[in-house]
């Protein structure tokens, strides 16, 4: 399997600084929540994981460059990043999850239907509907409207789904070792993410300002923000990237065979999109 | 099969010791209904099974630890696996899980049927008391704890029912289906008699039902089961169950009782007659948190005593007691509690430790603000 | 594909001739393998959720 | 500016030679270690995390052991002795958190940091970068939990599995510090998980196949698998709680439309794979001590790969039997009741064939066996009270009492805390190079065996005479089982002091122990020296696999 040249890095102090960075972080965003005063110690945090990630990275980037990786460590990066993205997975899927058993279960109960249904007792007025306007309790004010899946939505949805077509065609191009086309096609999805987070933030004011969506606003604005907030996360994540691709296509690495980095922000670039997809119909459209 | 389980069971009580059986014992109790008999039945038969398996199994290795010890010279065999022997000991232990899932099925199946009954009875839990209304009859109360501090804390000798007595236990008649919904407030609790084999959690905002027929009359004994905060420990359950006459009368007392108290709301109460009837509800609400001398255990819970925005606001006092305080532990008590009682214990916490407002705050204008 | 479903099969049950388990690693398609053995664990779930859902009426 | 590149040593170039056995003589070429404490903030070495990791779930046994002596003490009689129930509730539920996230986790980790790199034939992890962030990731977040415990309200105190609202609505300030500490916890255990599938899928020995790799690369696959499943799931679960107690959602409260019980259905859904988390690795280990003090090879290793994927593929089935008191529909129990019950045939399977492995082969007891044996015996029982505790109806009356106490016990201490004591045993001479005492070895165990039967034990008697979990105190006829329950914890508690001894004298000294420490042992790593250089197999080993 091995050609018996797998490359063990010596030490690295970025592990112990990131672990501590992100404990500032954590620390800082714990302080702002109970305590309000917080900001600044997590702001200092996410800076320190922010700049051991850059740095990480750049030592990969160089090692890569120097060429001391073989075939064998490709496949290691290949199963992290392809282990991570299912961990991803997971992670929407907890919340996938709470959603269709709140529809699917919760509410009908509340309204008296199914197994469980006498626990109407408690909520006599209430009745179950998705997307839930009037939650069980009415000093819980629920939405007055909701998204029109078929305005801005569907825009994004097709910008997404056309952002993944461009970047498979930026890689075909990166494959065939034509450069330009590559750095034309990844501007033209970076663009696409960059429009799709601008869409998303005029539905979120939309959402708050206008239809009275918001975290408290229910189950309905829960399951809603935090679906799409989690994505919207992920895009820029993703953006931010997809913007360092770009960079290093600028500077000339990458080669048609040799070019995992890039790959990886593929696979990653159509996890979100596929996510989006799964939004898209289960808390847009049904 | 029907002889072996009875064979079975019969061990059971052997090995419990048929006197233990009960409240004393090492053994699940067989009960006071047909389902915790039933249920006691499946416990022992799952139980000999393992005892049975577990013989066999740690018999073979333990007469194979005995046996092929190298100190006894043992030299090793060499082979290795066996289709045969791997299908028998995969089939074997499947066939007895099928035997054991048949008649669990069939009393979940009766466990479930809540249907037909004769009587409900709501169950609410609370942060730390059981609360119980007689669905369609007018009578509701709370039970809570009766064991004194003093005990708790050692310095009282411990009563034979320590922790398991409660000042109005929950009246019950036998012979009677009786149908549980249960609910709660604040988080979630659970429900348990042992001798009923009825377990139930108390979610909040939903309701589970659950139902029982008593066979035999008695003091039934049981506790909260599921972590529900500070006094989870001290939340015991206490069902009082009669024959089914004997029970009629009791609920036409308490309906009568009831009425009397309800027409003590219009009538002009005395200071000393309501810091008397507050100090009794203040005693078994409150005191769990507040506690009894008014100090309270901050910052969870703020002390009463001195408490200079409870004295200077009577409206907001009401306030907090008929509404709760949300995102807090404190509950709204507007109706948990009747208007005379949630006077009296108004005009009790303004007036005790040293809070001397003097203020009396009368059952009407209780009535008033709920409306 | 019936030999692959006969071998899934036995490993849901645990026991395998050491012949065709060595048969199955060293000329199957591991791909074959974990999408049948999926396929399998959804029809396992669905037959147990029919029962239960049965057996409650 | 040039670009600085990180040190690093370049094995094309190194000149080493390698034995038969592929192990490597001398690291001449090595660049110059970091020394002191550099040396183990900075390391990318496999087995120096290892260590890291296995001192640092050792402390955290320890402080996890003394909040459980709390408790106990608080236990051993009736009435409020020692300490408040608000306390009381704080201490169940930091040592439940310890000991499952802090204790046992990271120590299978470190054990699978050190031993399926030498086990496979490989050179490190295959990340090993990210393995020292896995590592260091588990001081911070514990070093936050712990600290809740002077926050102002004090710390978790609603069970090591927080139901909400009372971890929500009803809970101290400091529940988001925990939900935070949890979450770089979760990080930690994800990002080693995947490194670990990464170095078994790839880094394995020329001519090492799937099923040549021994049974403890196995589990830790299996569990690894499991850990990046659902450890987002608990990511995902610990948010919306973060979100309930901070932004107002209602994702945990019936008023917006939400579901209490919807947290314990995410909340299983992680937690049930997890307690296999917690056991399936335990399985690898004494998969590998018995056929070596037998002297014989295991009996059925296929059907040991077999049922433990089976075990991880229905553990994904089973997570509310957990709740059947919380008021599922009928057909909700039924089908979690027969699911879980089939678990029963996969364990029994794993039970006799380490006992058909047993049966004549030529069998001596040295401690490493010693525990084997007794996590065979004693993890039995706990299946057994499991199997007990799938029967939904006869769960009404175990739900929420020492019974399932005993029960979980019976698991994870007899099981899996006695696989990792037999596992140190076992390979402390790899990694010392030293025997551990043989006679304090035994004291160790027989005091702990002792000690953990008296504990647990009488556990049975007071869950099924009817004495609820987590209560401070408790009515008197629980008296004499809580007493002895009490002593046997303190017995436990303190005989865990000669095993710290054990291994303090065992890393400074001890009878010398050769490459392949124990005579029936077959596995790769007895091929390199004791105790293991820093690097192996930096040329990977030429693997002949046993035929199976």
Redesign the interface.
């Known amino acids: 399997m091995s050609g018996g040249s797998y490359y063990v890095p010596a030490t690295s102090k970025w592990p112990v600084l990131g672990s501590l960075a992100l404990g500032v972080m954590m620390i800082g965003a714990g302080m702002a929540l109970v305590h309000g005063n917080g900001t600044i110690v997590m702001s200092l945090g996410l800076i320190g994981v922010l700049t051991v990630m850059a740095l990480w990275f750049r030592d990969v980037v160089m090692e890569s460059r120097q060429g001391l990786y073989d075939a064998q460590m490709d496949r290691s990066f290949r199963q992290g990043m392809g282990w991570f993205i299912f961990s991803e997975v997971m992670f929407f899927a907890a919340f996938f999850g709470a959603l269709f058993y709140i529809r699917v279960f919760a509410l009908p109960w509340l309204d008296g239907e199914g197994a469980k249904g006498v626990a109407a007792l408690l909520w006599p007025d209430f009745s179950a509907t998705w997307p839930l306007m009037s939650p069980p309790d009415p000093s819980v004010s629920g939405p007055r409207e909701v998204m029109n899946p078929w305005q801005l939505p569907l825009v994004n949805t097709l910008i997404l789904v056309a952002s993944s077509i461009t970047l498979t065609i930026a890689h075909e191009g990166l494959k065939e070792s034509n450069r330009t086309a590559c750095r034309n096609w990844l501007i033209a999805t970076l663009a696409l993410g960059f429009v799709f987070v601008i869409i998303q933030g005029v539905e979120y004011y939309q959402a708050v300002t206008h239809y009275g969506i918001t975290l408290q606003a229910g189950i309905y604005g829960a399951t809603f923000f935090m679906l799409t907030g989690f994505h919207g996360l992920h895009v820029i994540i993703g953006v931010t990237i997809l913007a360092v691709m770009l960079v290093r296509i600028l500077r000339g690495h990458f080669g048609g065979h040799d070019h995992f980095g890039f790959e990886a922000s593929c696979w990653y670039w159509h996890f979100v999109d596929v996510v989006w997809i799964g939004l898209f119909l289960f808390v847009y459209v049904f | 099969m029907r002889k072996m389980l009875a064979l079975m069971t019969g061990g059971g009580t052997l090995f419990g010791g048929a006197s233990l059986a009960h409240a004393n014992g090492w053994n699940m109790p067989v009960g006071v209904t047909d389902l915790s008999a039933e249920i006691y039945t499946l416990h022992m038969t799952i139980f000999w099974i393992c005892v049975v398996i577990g013989i066999v199994v740690f018999g073979v290795m333990f007469y194979s630890l005995f046996k092929f010890r190298r100190s006894k010279g043992a030299k090793s065999a060499h082979f290795h696996e066996n289709t045969t022997v791997e299908v028998i000991w995969t089939a074997v232990p499947l066939l007895i899980l099928v035997g054991m899932a048949v008649p669990a099925t069939a009393t979940l199946q009766k466990m479930y049927d809540a249907s037909d009954a004769e009587l409900d009875v709501m169950i609410t839990g609370q942060q730390w008391r059981w609360r119980y209304e007689y669905l369609g009859e007018d009578v509701a109360f709370n039970s809570n704890m009766s064991t004194p501090r003093a005990q708790i804390t050692g310095e009282e000798e411990r009563g034979e029912h320590y922790l398991l007595e409660v000042d109005e236990p929950l009246v019950l008649p036998i012979n009677r289906k009786v149908r549980f919904l249960l609910t709660a407030d604040d988080v979630i609790h659970s429900w348990w008699v042992p001798d009923f084999a009825v377990k139930q959690d108390t979610i909040p905002g939903f309701i589970n039902e659950n139902w029982v027929r008593i066979n035999e009359p008695g003091i039934y004994r049981g506790q909260c089961a599921e972590l529900c905060g500070m006094d989870h420990g001290f939340m015991p359950i206490v069902v009082h169950a009669m024959e089914e006459d004997e029970f009629d009368q009791w609920l036409v007392e308490r309906k009568e009782a009831a009425e009397a108290e309800a027409m003590g709301v219009d009538r002009e109460w005395e200071m000393d007659e309501l810091m008397e009837r507050g100090e009794q509800v203040y005693g078994s609400i409150c005191a769990s948190c507040h506690q009894a001398d008014g100090g309270g255990s901050p910052p969870a819970f703020p002390g009463l005593a001195g408490n200079q925005e409870l004295i200077d606001d009577v409206d907001w006092h009401i306030d907090v007691v008929l509404n709760g305080v949300s995102g807090t532990a404190m509950p709204a008590f507007r109706s948990n509690l009747n208007p005379v009682e949630l006077a009296a214990v108004v005009t009790y916490s303004r007036n005790a430790w040293g809070n001397d407002t003097g203020d009396a705050v009368q059952p009407a204008e209780i009535v008033e603000l709920l409306e | 594909m019936w030999g692959v479903i006969k071998s899934v099969l036995a490993?849901?049950?645990?026991?395998?001739?050491?012949r065709q388990?060595?048969h199955d690693?060293e000329h199957g398609k591991p791909g074959a393998f974990i999408l049948v053995g999926l396929l399998m664990?959804v029809v396992f779930?669905v037959v147990?959720?029919a029962?239960?859902?049965y057996?409650?009426? | 500016m040039a670009p600085k590149l990180p040190p690093h040593h370049s094995l094309q170039h190194s000149s080493t030679t390698a034995t038969a056995g592929g192990q490597v003589h001398d690291d001449h070429d090595h660049h110059p270690q970091p020394r002191g404490i550099m040396r183990w903030l900075l390391t990318t070495n496999h087995k120096e995390i290892g260590s890291l990791y296995l001192i640092f779930s050792l402390i955290m046994f320890f402080i996890g052991g003394i909040f459980a002596l709390v408790v106990r003490a608080e236990l051993f009689q009736p009435g409020l002795n020692l300490i408040n129930p608000e306390f009381f509730n704080q201490m169940t539920t930091m040592h439940g958190l310890i000991m499952v996230f802090a204790a046992v986790m990271p120590a299978f980790t470190g054990l699978a940091n050190w031993m399926i790199p030498l086990q496979i034939g490989a050179p490190d992890m295959a990340l090993p970068r990210l393995n020292n962030f896995s590592f260091w990731l588990l001081p911070v977040a514990f070093t936050l939990l712990l600290s809740t415990l002077l926050m102002p309200g004090g710390g978790p105190n609603f069970g090591w599995t927080f139901y909400a609202p009372l971890s929500t609505t009803y809970a101290p300030p400091s529940t988001t510090f925990f939900i935070l500490s949890l979450h770089i916890a979760g990080v930690s255990s994800i990002l080693g998980a995947i490194n670990i599938v990464a170095t078994i899928l790839n880094m394995r020995a020329p001519g090492m196949r799937m099923m040549d790799m021994p049974l403890f690369v196995w589990t830790w696959l299996i569990t690894a698998f499991l850990l990046i499943a659902v450890m987002p799931v608990l990511a995902g679960v610990i948010t919306m709680m973060l979100m309930d107690i901070n932004f107002g959602t209602s994702f945990f409260d019936a008023a917006g439309g939400g579901d209490p019980v919807l947290f314990q259905h995410l909340f299983w859904f992680f937690g049930h794979p997890e307690v296999y988390i917690m056991i399936l690795p335990a399985f690898g280990i004494v998969s590998a001590i018995i056929p070596t003090f037998a002297r014989k090879r295991l009996f059925g290793y296929a059907s040991m790969v077999y049922a433990t994927a089976s075990i991880a593929v229905l553990s994904f089935l089973v997570w509310a039997h957990h709740m059947f008191v919380v008021g599922l529909p009928l057909a909700a129990t039924l089908f979690f009741m027969y699911t879980t019950m089939l678990i029963a045939v996969p364990t029994g399977v794993k039970v006799f064939n380490w006992i058909t492995t047993l049966f004549r082969g030529s069998i001596t007891f040295e401690v490493p066996m010693l525990f084997a044996l007794a996590f065979v015996v004693l993890f039995t029982i706990g299946g057994f009270s499991g199997l007990m505790l799938a029967i939904a109806p006869a769960d009404f009356q175990y739900h929420d009492t020492y019974f399932v106490v005993a029960h979980f016990h019976y698991v994870l201490v007899p099981g899996a805390v006695f696989s990792i004591m037999a596992a140190v045993y076992y390979w402390l001479p790899k990694w010392t190079g030293h025997y551990p005492s043989e006679i304090l070895g035994k004291w160790h165990f027989w005091l702990s065996v002792i000690g953990v039967n008296l504990t647990f034990f009488p556990m049975h008697f007071s869950g099924l005479a009817g004495m609820p979990r987590r209560i401070p105190d408790y009515a008197l006829q629980f008296a004499d089982f809580n007493l002895v329950s009490s002593l046997g914890a303190f017995l436990f508690g303190f005989s865990q002091l000669i095993f710290v001894w054990v291994i303090i004298k065992c890393v400074r000294g001890g009878v010398k122990a050769p490459a392949k420490a124990w005579d029936g042992a077959e596995d790769l790593e007895w091929s390199v020296p004791s105790p293991a250089p820093l690097h192996t197999f930096e040329t990977p080993p030429d693997f002949k696999p046993v035929q199976h």
């Not at chain 3, 490993?11 to 050491?18: D, H």
């Open positions: 490993a849901f049950f645990g026991v395998q001739k050491e388990r060595r690693f664990a779930v147990i959720a029962l239960a859902i057996v409650a009426g």
